[in-house]
């Protein structure tokens, strides 16, 4: 009962939204990886799959930008649908393409980069008006739960699908898959109530705060920089040399079943028992075990320290998302002056986000220049396995924000 007694926090938007990042996951679990393992398949070359990752995350950036003055004038609503639409588009280009899909390596990564700015640009504000402080970290544990589900079953799925048909046909009906799930939460995007901020654009306003040493804003954004760089690099690395060492997409799937399934459990419990008061000592424990779990692949390059890297991973990543999602969109709401520049708030912290990111992608691209032995990567991957410190020692400096009532969105 004392799951249920949390879960009724609640409200029918709320399960709304988690309904369409839940539908989002399983689409994004069937396909993400495996997009990169299909580019290495048609062309063996870290360089093009980290210059496909970089572009998406640049182009995610710009669209932030522009996303936001939308969402401003437009509706949040409107702005999901079409992030969810455009990756519609993205695997149904990749059908189109074929095995031309590499060439066009520059336009595929920008176009996903746009749906995902599109798309995370007006959940992480939807997110922010329709939850409170009461129940945000309730509804980040059942978030965290259904990405975790989603990942459980869809990533062995796709193994199988892969495994059991012709290999690139296989990697087509995944795609398929995943272009109709999304448009599902194209569907299901129009029972969302419609939002509408009305106001000026302020964003140079919000960045500035960036700059200003007492701000609590300066240590969120070098605290997205730091938490972008691991993402930038592990979001697609582990697995894809999971794939590289074993030559095998079913084993690959099974690996993201395990991680998923590990990291199903933890954010259970994470959500469930996560106190305000404990944040803190939550977040240190994530950011510390997950440098932790890339000391044996450190030590032996196979694939049993690399299940051992992703697994463990899976095992902390609650400790350290959960607390810093909270602290980040308590902050944006501390006030009524802060809660109505939300949008540009978001915007701000995905630019940082992305930054991070972009300057991982960077270091890697210019590391696999300079060597073609993938066991060099450890060193790498060492380097940023415990960058996510930082961003602990940051959040330390942005004291928990009072438990006051939040200002109702659209309050202009």
């Not at 070359?45 to 969402?71: E, H, K, P």
């Not at 810093?324 to 902050?331: A, P």
Request: glycine share 8%; charged share 15%; proline share 2%.
């Amino acid at each position: 009962m004392g799951i249920l007694n949390q879960l009724n926090r609640l409200d029918r938007q709320a399960w709304l939204l988690l309904a369409i990042s839940g539908l989002f996951a399983v689409s994004t679990a069937l396909s993400n990886t495996f997009v990169n393992v299909y580019l290495w398949k048609l062309k063996r070359d870290y360089g093009l799959i980290g210059w496909f990752n970089l572009l998406q995350y640049a182009a995610m950036a710009v669209t932030f930008i522009v996303s936001g003055r939308m969402a401003k004038s437009v509706d949040r609503v409107i702005v999901i649908r079409w992030g969810v639409a455009v990756h519609a588009l993205f695997y149904l280009c990749v059908l189109l393409l074929g095995d031309g899909s590499a060439r066009y390596i520059s336009w595929l990564g920008g176009l996903l980069g746009v749906g995902a700015g599109l798309f995370w640009l007006a959940f992480n504000v939807l997110y922010f008006e329709i939850t409170e402080r009461n129940n945000r970290d309730v509804f980040n544990g059942m978030n965290g739960f259904l990405g975790s589900a989603a990942g459980i079953v869809a990533p062995l799925l796709s193994g199988w699908i892969i495994t059991h048909v012709d290999r690139l046909t296989g990697y087509r009906i995944v795609f398929g898959l995943s272009m109709a799930i999304f448009l599902a939460a194209v569907m299901v995007s129009f029972l969302l109530k419609r939002r509408k901020v009305e106001g000026e654009y302020q964003l140079v306003s919000v960045l500035r705060q960036s700059f200003r040493m007492k701000e609590r804003w300066r240590w969120v954004m070098a605290a997205s920089v730091a938490q972008g760089a691991r993402e930038g690099v592990f979001a697609f690395l582990i697995a894809l040399l999971i794939y590289v060492t074993t030559q095998n997409e079913m084993v690959l799937g099974s690996f993201l079943t395990v991680s998923s399934l590990v990291s199903l459990i933890a954010f259970l419990l994470v959500g469930r028992y996560l106190r305000m008061q404990w944040r803190d000592e939550s977040l240190f424990v994530g950011t510390f075990m997950m440098g932790v779990v890339v000391l044996p692949f450190v030590w032996k390059v196979d694939t049993w320290s690399l299940f051992l890297l992703g697994v463990g991973a899976a095992l902390f990543y609650p400790l350290y998302m959960v607390p810093l999602t909270s602290t980040v969109f308590d902050v944006i709401g501390e006030n009524k002056t802060s809660a109505r520049l939300r949008i540009e708030y978001v915007v701000a912290r995905e630019l940082a986000l992305n930054l991070g990111r972009v300057l991982s992608l960077a270091l890697f691209l210019w590391w696999v220049s300079r060597t073609n032995d993938w066991e060099q990567l450890r060193w790498l991957l060492l380097i940023i396995g415990f960058v996510q410190i930082f961003v602990w020692w940051t959040l330390r400096h942005v004291p928990p924000v009072s438990m006051t009532t939040k200002p109702k969105p659209g309050s202009s």
